[in-house]
């Protein structure tokens, strides 16, 4: 599950709950494999009594390049969080310093979407949902993005029908 379910009210259901698209570790993966070979390579040049040192430099660089490009972001992939409930959208993002945000279904507005070239390939988009009171929070790199903006708009008809009614 994306949320735990404290953080939900007891009738609450979840309607969708996703992390960013697998999209966003594409280029850390790419940059590890570089980063990887690139460190492999120059550690085969040195040689001499200097070889070892050259070699622990190298392999010392390589490790923290790596951490920059390719395990933070895959850290911030792993937290960041969107969950769309029957009545509120939930955004949780951060590592040490956890973000949430919350709007509640009834002052959404509008939900549209956006979908780049390589967005139509791999399935995903961003997610552009406005309330009254701000410009549109954009929520970048969401699976099954079509499917998603369906959902949130299904439920915002649902919960104006019933306001309706009452």
Not at 45 to 66: H, I, K, S
Not at 120 to 144: F, Y
């Amino acid at each position: 599950m994306v949320i735990s379910s404290k953080l939900l009210d007891d009738d609450e259901r979840v309607l969708v709950g996703t992390r960013t698209h697998l999209k966003a570790l594409l280029l850390p993966a790419l940059l590890l494999v570089v980063v990887a070979g690139l460190a492999g390579f120059l550690s085969t040049l040195p040689d001499g009594e200097r070889a070892g040192t050259w070699r622990l430099v190298v392999w010392v660089l390589a490790l923290l390049v790596v951490l920059r490009v390719s395990v933070l972001p895959f850290l911030r992939w792993l937290s960041t969080t969107y969950v769309v409930t029957d009545r509120r959208l939930i955004t949780r993002t951060g590592l040490l310093t956890r973000t949430g945000h919350d709007i509640q279904l009834d002052r959404i507005s509008d939900v549209t979407y956006e979908k780049g070239l390589l967005d139509r390939v791999l399935g995903c988009g961003t997610l552009v949902v406005s309330d009254a009171g701000e410009m549109g929070i954009r929520l970048p790199d969401i699976p099954r993005i079509e499917e998603t903006q369906l959902a949130v708009s299904r439920q915002l008809y649902r919960s104006s029908r019933s306001h309706d009614d009452a």
